[in-house]
Nanobody, 119 residues
Framework: QVQLVESGGGLVQPGGSLRLSCVAS????????MTWYRQAPGKERELVAQ???????NYADSVKGRFTISRDNAKNTVYLQMNSLKSDDTAVYYC?????????????WGQGPQVTVSS
């Protein structure tokens, strides 16, 4: 069974740091692009950070310089290190795995933890 198990959410003060983890199972992790999305109440889901199987990364403009995505293929885990957190970062963060093979797209979602940035 495909699973994406997330952890690391919680409450943090503005300017603080938090690290999210997503442990994958049930598929060949190293061949998939891993992405962190987030969604706040009343807002649309947005891409936060992405790391492809070859190692290239992509970040939303709002988190560049503050967030870092990384992966450990030996542990089937993708991380999101979040520094200098702002109240606007408050959202549910979802781990996503995707692979494009020929004309098919294989994609899986985790059940993300809540991240709350507040004084």
């Amino acid at each position: 069974q495909v699973q994406l198990v997330e952890s690391g959410g919680g409450l943090v003060q503005p300017g603080g740091s938090l690290r999210l983890s997503c442990v994958a199972s049930g598929f060949t992790f190293s061949t998939y692009a891993m992405t962190w999305y987030r969604q706040a109440p009343g807002k649309e889901r947005e891409l936060v950070a992405q790391i492809r199987s070859a190692g290239s990364t992509n970040y939303a403009d709002s988190v560049k310089g503050r967030f870092t995505i990384s992966r450990d293929n030996a542990k089937n885990t993708v991380y999101l290190q979040m520094n200098s957190l702002k109240s606007d970062d408050t959202a549910v963060y979802y781990c996503h795995a995707a692979r494009t093979r020929s004309d098919q797209i294989y994609a899986y979602w985790g059940q993300g933890p809540q991240v709350t940035v507040s004084s």
